[in-house]
C-alpha cells in the first residue's frame, strides 16, 4: 500500500516561530504536494513539485515555502507563523503522468495552530 | 483558485436512500476524480473518469462527466451510515500535473 506519512498530527506553535511541516511517501513517486484546508473553504494548493529541487507555487504560495531535496520528502516551511496559517494542512504524492489519470495519495494531515 | 465547485455543501439523507453530489469546473480537463474524506482525515480516492468517458461505476457509485456543460455528478446508491463524509471533486487540468479541489459535499447519511 501507498503510505505518505507527516511527520505531526498535531503542532501549536507561537506568532513569529519558524514551521517545518514534514511529509514522506514510499511509492517512488515523481509529484508531491502541500494543500491546506479550512472550514468552506476546500483544499486549496500551496505549492507542488515534480521533481528533486523543483517546485511550482499554487494559489496560496504567500507565507510558504517548500524543500524538496530528496525524492521521497518535501517539507512545508511557514518562515514566521501567523495566526491566519492556523489550519490543517495535507501533504500529498502521485506518480507523473498528465492526460493518464493519476491518483493522488494523501497523508492523514497535520493540524497547526498559531497563537 | 479553486477549479472544482460542488454542489450542494451538504446534504443530509436517510440509510438506504440515493446521494446526488454535484460538480462544476472551468477549464478544460484531462480527468476528473472523486475523493471522499472522513472527518479530520485525509482524503481517499474513489473514481477517476477520464474526458473521453461519460459514464463510470464502481460498486455503489456511478460518476457521469458531461465535458460540454463542464459538470460531473457522483451518485451514490443504497446509502449506508458509513458512506458519512466529505466528498471532493478533482480536476486535473490539460497540460498540467497539479491537482485542483472543490470545497466538497458534506454527506450525512442518518441510520
Known amino acids: 500500500d501507498v503510505k505518505v506519512t507527516q511527520s505531526s498530527r498535531y503542532l501549536v506553535k507561537r506568532t513569529g516561530e519558524k514551521v517545518f511541516l514534514e511529509c514522506v511517501q514510499d511509492m517512488d513517486h515523481e509529484n508531491m504536494f502541500w494543500y491546506r484546508q479550512d472550514p468552506g473553504l476546500g483544499l486549496r494548493l500551496i505549492y507542488f513539485s515534480y521533481d528533486v529541487k523543483m517546485k511550482e507555487k499554487g494559489d496560496i504560495p504567500e507565507g510558504y515555502s517548500v524543500s524538496r531535496e530528496k525524492k521521497e520528502r518535501f517539507s512545508l516551511i511557514l518562515e514566521s507563523a501567523s495566526t491566519n496559517q492556523t489550519s490543517m494542512y495535507l501533504c500529498?504524492?502521485?506518480?507523473?503522468?498528465?492526460?493518464?489519470?493519476?491518483?493522488?495519495?494523501f497523508g492523514e494531515g497535520s493540524w497547526l495552530t498559531v497563537v | 483558485s479553486q477549479q472544482g465547485e460542488e454542489d450542494p455543501q451538504a446534504l443530509s439523507i436517510q440509510e438506504g436512500e440515493n446521494a446526488t453530489m454535484n460538480c462544476s469546473y472551468k477549464t478544460s480537463i484531462n480527468n476528473l476524480q472523486w475523493y471522499r474524506q472522513n472527518s479530520g482525515r485525509g482524503l481517499v480516492h474513489l473514481i477517476l473518469i477520464r474526458s473521453n468517458e461519460r459514464e463510470k461505476h464502481s460498486g455503489r457509485l456511478r460518476v457521469t462527466l458531461d465535458t460540454s456543460k463542464k459538470s460531473s455528478s457522483l451518485l451514490i446508491t443504497a446509502s449506508r451510515a458509513a458512506d458519512t463524509a466529505s466528498y471532493f471533486c478533482a480536476t486535473e487540468l490539460y497540460n498540467n500535473n497539479d491537482m485542483r479541489f472543490g470545497a466538497g459535499t458534506r454527506l450525512t447519511v442518518k441510520p
Open positions: 500529498a504524492s502521485s506518480f507523473q503522468g498528465a492526460r493518464a489519470g493519476v491518483t493522488i495519495y
